[in-house]
């Protein structure tokens, strides 16, 4: 035996189930509200495991501890990291890494910091040639990639105040 109840209740689910179909395809979102509906998302990624591991897959983390302040010209305090590349034995792709980060206007390898008139300029230590932000550009995927570092003023014209600073960026790969 069946009550209202449960007859009722299995047709305001058969009910549901036809207005999520039907929301999805015909109505519109502020429709769904007058029939006690929500909107229903989903979102996601799906990517193939790189082949490549740069720096063992950690955080690469610089420090230039104190620097002079009246000392900063472009050459002093230069860092520099080595980044271990490891990859897959039947990885044969060429290997391109990009650093993405904020630039300085006018000077596309210096990483803007959060202290006024003060940035840190990025070189491959392997070659000296500067890396500008945001653009890939190819490494040797069977060796270790060598950053080099260093703080600099933005404008000599502008004063560098003291204080701790920091930048941020994110080291993106890519095979072709």
Request: proline share 4%.
């Amino acid at each position: 035996m069946h009550s209202a109840l449960t007859v009722g209740l299995k047709g305001r689910v058969w009910g549901l189930l036809l207005l999520a179909l039907l929301s999805s395809a015909v109505l519109p979102k502020k429709a769904l509200a007058n029939f006690g509906g929500l909107a229903l998302s989903f979102s996601g990624r799906v990517f193939a495991p790189a082949p490549c591991k740069i720096n063992n897959d950690e955080t690469i983390s610089i420090s230039f501890e104190k620097i002079g302040i009246d000392k900063i010209d472009g050459k002093n305090y230069a860092v520099i990291k080595t980044l271990p590349i490891t990859c897959d034995a039947g990885t044969l792709a060429p290997l391109q890494l990009q650093i993405q980060g904020e630039s300085v206007i006018g000077k596309a390898n210096v990483l803007q910091t959060n202290r006024d008139n003060l940035g840190i300029a990025l070189y491959n230590a392997g070659n000296n040639r500067a890396i500008s932000l945001n653009q890939f550009f190819d490494v040797n995927r069977s060796a270790s990639f060598l950053l080099k570092v260093i703080p600099v003023k933005i404008s000599d014209s502008a004063p560098l105040s003291e204080g701790s600073f920091v930048a941020n960026a994110t080291v993106v790969s890519r095979y072709n």
